[in-house]
């Protein structure tokens, strides 16, 4: 059964992608860059709707300069695509031919001495090809010359992220009356992936299952380990929901847990909470990860946080900004990030605690609102 929530969202308009667009030209000027370079993943997805089939080596680039219409340019067996995208009616597309060069075709597009913000997932080959074909180019990968980008959410991608936050909140509630003692690992990541579908979401990134020792590794891979009783056991997964991430965690107890990660977990709890609290607009983003990483050092565990505490959501699971250590970007409404802080005690055991949270005008809001006490499984 899926959980209540608003209707299926509203699609993107030709309009909203325009005004993207804008706004990211707007934000170049403003870094004293003379236009932006977006290669295929999620900055070309979000600044078009366009996805090209297969990312390959042919050269596509979305141009944005001040004075000009954003310009694609496309391998021209790609075209049909590019021009069925949901922005594309608000940009020029230009082609270029197997056998031709393609950076030759891009030289029209680009301002000859210019400096441009380039996307982070552009190929090294294109860039060096660019570099090539025009030698008095300068590039800054977007994440640090516009690293507000795609970070502030409007209401329609506020809204997704509340569904796809409400689906894996409804994907943990049935996971916890399922059986675990005796189970592998890789049964309950398969209910958790096949949960995630059934509650709506169409694409499922990732459903870690850390068992006993195998929790103290943040990044595990579910594996054929038979989880026992006693064990706590990290359950963190997510995935895109109407084109938008989810990414929960929530640490559980197979039987009754031991002292320890009891204490352990009442620590990442309290962190987790109060990085929670912590979040305003106007608070550096490293204020967040300082305040849960405070807690858990004052308990004794400050060695066993071993990440940051956050990381930004939007088309992708994982996007600026990042709460981090030397991260000065302040909050703005409309931003949403996780907050996760974790304890991981080595050959034994690891606790995290994960929500999506938004920042709103007077503090911040929860985008998962399971419950984070220590949860008992059978």
Known sequence: MKPQMRSEPSRFTSDDYAARMARVVDDALEAGLDGVIVTPGPDLLWLTGY???AITERLTMLVLAPHGRPTLLVPVLERPDAEAAEGSPGVAIVDWVDGTDPYQAARPLLQRDGRFGISDSAWAMHLLGLQAALPNTRYRALSQSLPMMRAVKDANELGRLE???AAADATYGEIVKMRFAGRRETEVAADLARLLREFGHE???FTVVGSGPNGANPHHEAGDRVIEQGDAVVLDFGGLMYGYGS???RTVC???PSAQVREVHEVVRRAQQAAFEAVRPGVPCQEIDRVARAVITEAGYGEEFIHRTGHGIGVTTH???YMVEGEEQRLRPGMCFSIEPGI?????FGVRIEDIVTVTDSGGERLNNTDHALRIVE
Do not use: I, K
């Open 203 to 205: 694409q499922v990134d």
């Open 319 to 321: 996007e600026p900004p």
């Open 247 to 249: 990414d929960t965690t």
């Open 51 to 53: 996805r090209p089939t």
């Open 344 to 348: 991981y005690l080595a050959g034994r």
């Open 163 to 165: 569904m796809a936050g």
């Open 254 to 256: 197979v039987g009754e």
